[in-house]
């Protein structure tokens, strides 16, 4: 988060400096596309639906990412029996 100073104005005239907190969304949407991305290349790798882990990476984030760590251990597993 970046802050602006600005100055505010009291109830009682005084002129006091403030702080206004901005979010950045844009980097923070920027982090969860990519994270969507790479969650639709690592099921494309593994023989999985892209589309479908685009979008569950996209909206459960954490969620999709457990998931995929999941299914992936299993995947290993069974190509060493």
């Known amino acids: 988060m970046s802050q ?3 100055t505010c104005t009291t109830q009682a005239g005084k002129t006091v400096p ?4 901005k ?3 844009a980097t923070e949407g920027s982090v969860v596309f990519l ?4 969650c639709a290349y690592w099921a494309q790798t593994t023989r999985r639906n892209a589309w ?5 990476g996209l909206f ?3 969620i999709a990412g457990l998931v995929l760590l999941y299914k992936n251990s299993n995947d290993r597993d069974q190509n060493k029996t």
């Open 18 to 21: 403030c702080v206004v907190e």
């Open 35 to 38: 994270f969507a991305i790479f």
């Open 52 to 56: 479908l882990w685009f979008f569950l």
């Open 60 to 62: 459960f984030a954490p």
């Open 23 to 25: 979010k950045d969304f």
């Open 4 to 6: 602006e100073q600005l």
